[in-house]
Each structure stands twice: as C-alpha cells, then as structure tokens.
C-alpha cells in the first residue's frame, strides 16, 4: 500500500517520541487523522506520563490534529486500546504510528495488536541512534521538559528540566540509564516545534511522588 495514501493515527504521550514520529510520519506523506492517548480510569491524567488531560487537549489545538483519548486501567489497557482503533478503523484508520525505539517486547505488542486490528504499524524510530535522534529533536526545533522520573534511576532534580545538549551529556554521565528513557527512566511534555501551529503555553504546578515515580504538574 502506497505510505501516501495512508489513513493513520498516531500513539500519541504528549511526549518527545510521539512528536518526533508524527513529525516523521507528516514529512513521509502519512495522512495523520487523530492523536489517541490512554488516560487513566478516573480521566484526569495520561495513562504513561501522567500530564493533565487538559494540557494534551491544548497539545491537540495547538498541533491540529484531533486528540481521541481513551479511559483504563493498566490491567486492561490491551482490551481498551484495541476497542478504540477499532472505532477508528471504521472511519477509515489503516494505520497506527508508534514511537517505540528499540525494546523488542514493545515491538512485538504493537505488531501483535495491529495484525489483530489488521492495520499496519508504522515504527518510524526503530532502531535509530538514540543519541542522534536526541540532538535531531533539538536540532529541528522541538522544545520539552522532563515530566516524570523514575525514582530508582533519576532523582526529582530532574524535573522541569529541558531536553538541550546539556540534559544529553549529563545523562550520558550517568550508568545504566537509557539517553531516551525507554525504560521508562524518565518522560517528556513537548510543548513547541514544528509540528506546532503555536506554542503550547503552560506553568509548573506541584511535584509530587507515586509509589517508584515522581511527577511535575503542568497546567495550561
């Protein structure tokens, strides 16, 4: 099937890797149709990085691509994600874009899920070099910060941090912590760069500590 021809939504975090790929995805001539997100049961937060659903509406407005966002709980997050590209798909959705780099389980529920969903998956940072990707982020424009730490690799001095050359050399000073935080390390809020019709305005609210994660609040 023609890549331009491509009905698609993208996964979309709020974070660094759903922008960069539906930056990817818009320069390959996928035709982007929605932003789906899973929030968490109450939905007031994202599901992963725990931002306001408030904020990634703005997100949305500010992008132009329509956020679809979809309520669950971790235990049946498959279930729920599944019904909601299945809504999709009967508006014409053949693809998903997905922002995952290069954990081979992540990889394999994506293509599990969109065999099931018989839509094609689009993986558009596979395998690239994380540095490179990183300083390509910063290079073309993007701006974000740092939204929530996991305790056991990062402490809440983290947060609020932007990512810039400076937040790459001093995570390579660090052992065991992946420069894009695929282990979940740590995640971002993008609020400006080319994907961006206007900047996202924002201001930081509290921190707070859950279990193994600490979280910055932003609010819109």
């Not at 698609?8 to 890797?17: D, P, Q, T």
């Not at 035709?31 to 789906?36: C, D, E, Q």
């Not at 309520?71 to 922002?99: C, D, M, P, Q, T």
């Not at 940072?125 to 390509?136: R, T, V």
Request: charged share 30%.
């Amino acid at each position: 099937m023609d890549k331009e021809k491509l009905k698609a939504f993208v996964s979309w975090s709020g974070g660094k890797e759903s922008a960069i790929s539906l930056y990817k995805a818009k320069n390959e001539g996928i035709n982007i149709h929605y932003l789906l997100n899973m929030t968490a049961e109450e939905g007031k937060y994202s599901r992963s990085h725990r931002l306001s659903c408030n904020i990634l509406k703005i997100q949305s407005k500010n992008i132009g691509i329509p956020l679809i966002q979809c309520r669950s709980s971790w235990k049946e997050y498959e279930e729920n994600f599944k019904k909601a590209v299945f809504k999709l798909k009967r508006e014409g959705i053949e693809a998903g874009v997905f922002g995952d780099i290069d954990l081979q389980e992540h990889r394999e529920w994506v293509e599990r899920i969109c065999k099931d969903l018989r839509i094609k998956p689009a993986l558009l940072l596979w395998k690239e070099n994380k540095e490179k990707l990183l300083k390509d982020f910063i290079r073309l424009g993007f701006k974000a910060i740092v939204v929530t730490v996991r305790r056991d690799f990062l402490n809440q001095k983290w947060l609020g941090r932007q990512i810039n050359e400076r937040f790459i050399n001093d995570l390579k000073a660090l052992d065991n912590v992946d420069l894009c935080g695929e282990k979940g390390e740590y995640h971002t809020f993008v609020f400006d760069g080319p994907i961006f019709k206007k900047r996202v305005g924002f201001t930081l609210g509290k921190k707070t500590i859950k279990n193994n994660h600490c979280f910055l609040e932003i609010m819109g």
